[in-house]
């Protein structure tokens, strides 16, 4: 696959990603590698992606626990600490190796370092290769509070490499897939109905899926680096998404929802307040809600759920001057920014919800 061009650096794909890693480790005068790996990853793909490696520049290994629930500051505390303790320097270099929790941890904390270090993303899992690792969004978790503390920062080259995909259980590729169909609802409409296809698809077409759907977000970021315009509809989803999955990770008595799972929910209910506001046709708000039901598990949520998950939106980072603001589509392949929704319809997109999960199709 051809190199990614980003705003200053590359994103290299398989084994042609592995030569050009070598070559920028090669010309580089970095006084030492970290990886920084979480448990899943230690096991399955650090050994393939070392072997990948020709350098005799040091290497240490820094493992932190998996999982959002350990995107805390407190972690990021122990690989300072680590990175302290192993004479970490500026001239140093981290590889982050893992899903959009090491990626997005990693990043921060090579941000911070020492006041920054140079970093490079490899993602692991589906999710973090389409989204998380490209971008140079870094950053942590405050409590349940998504992606509050954080900076904006490139790597020096993202490296994708498929074969990790083969490490993945199925819930994690179903979670990776919500932020590419995200990527066809707000800039492709054929896209997005090459997504609708997924049973029919070989590895060659996902393969190929994948590297469009980086070039979507690529090409947006591209011109909104800051996300002061067109780089917010990449938050489609996400407002409700994220309220949502926050919702859950507090919960003592619900199930935590993946990222693309709660996504898939926040992409039906904003779908259904952009019908209301925004234009977007009942065909459209069909389609999206019985794709997207068709691929994921049904959420179940109780009236009394409603309301605390409103109170997560007060958190979210697109809001202004107290105004909770929501990317809609116009049509799909077509996203505005800057919208706001009242309560009483917010209520009405969970009822939309929950009709067409418990009736299948609308």
């Not at 992409?267 to 389609?287: P, R, W």
Request: net charge negative.
């Amino acid at each position: 696959m051809t190199t990614i061009q980003a705003a200053s650096y590359d994103i290299v794909f398989n084994q042609s990603g592995y030569d050009a890693l070598n070559v920028l480790l090669l010309q580089s005068s970095y006084s030492k590698i970290f990886v920084i790996v979480d448990e899943h990853t230690h096991e399955d793909c650090l050994a393939p992606f070392l072997g990948n490696l020709a350098t005799e520049i040091p290497i240490e290994v820094i493992e932190i626990p998996q999982g959002e629930i350990n995107k805390t500051i407190e972690t990021c505390s122990g690989v300072w600490d680590a990175l302290a303790a192993l004479d970490a320097d500026r001239k140093g270099l981290v590889i982050n190796l893992g899903g959009g929790v090491v990626t997005d941890l990693g990043g921060f904390v090579a941000s911070t370092f020492k006041r920054g270090m140079d970093f490079i993303n490899v993602p692991t899992s589906l999710l973090s290769m389409v989204d998380a690792s490209v971008g140079g969004k870094t950053g942590v978790d405050l409590g349940t509070l998504k992606n509050l503390i954080g900076v904006i920062n490139n790597p020096q080259m993202v490296l994708i490499d498929g074969g990790f995909l083969a490490t993945l259980p199925p819930e994690e590729l179903r979670s990776g897939l919500a932020e590419m169909y995200k990527h066809g609802l707000i800039a492709d409409q054929s896209y997005w109905n090459k997504l609708k296809n997924l049973s029919e698809m070989t590895t060659d077409d996902l393969s190929q899926l994948i590297y469009e759907s980086i070039i979507i977000k690529n090409e947006i970021v591209l011109q909104d680096p800051r996300e002061q315009s067109i780089r917010k509809t990449l938050n489609y989803g996400h407002t409700l998404g994220h309220a949502i999955e926050s919702y859950c990770l507090a919960s003592d008595t619900r199930k935590t929802l993946l990222h693309g799972e709660a996504i898939a929910v926040g992409m039906i209910l904003e779908s259904y307040l952009s019908v209301e506001l925004t234009g977007l046709s009942k065909d459209a708000l069909d389609d999206i809600t019985t794709t997207l039901n068709d691929m994921y598990e049904e959420v179940a949520f109780a009236k009394a759920d409603i309301e605390p998950i409103i109170e997560y939106l007060k958190h979210d980072k697109k809001n202004t001057n107290g105004n909770i603001n929501f990317v809609l589509l116009e049509s799909i392949g077509r996203a505005v920014i800057d919208k706001q929704a009242p309560n009483e319809l917010i209520y009405k997109a969970f009822d939309h919800y929950l009709e067409s999960t418990q009736q299948g199709t609308l």
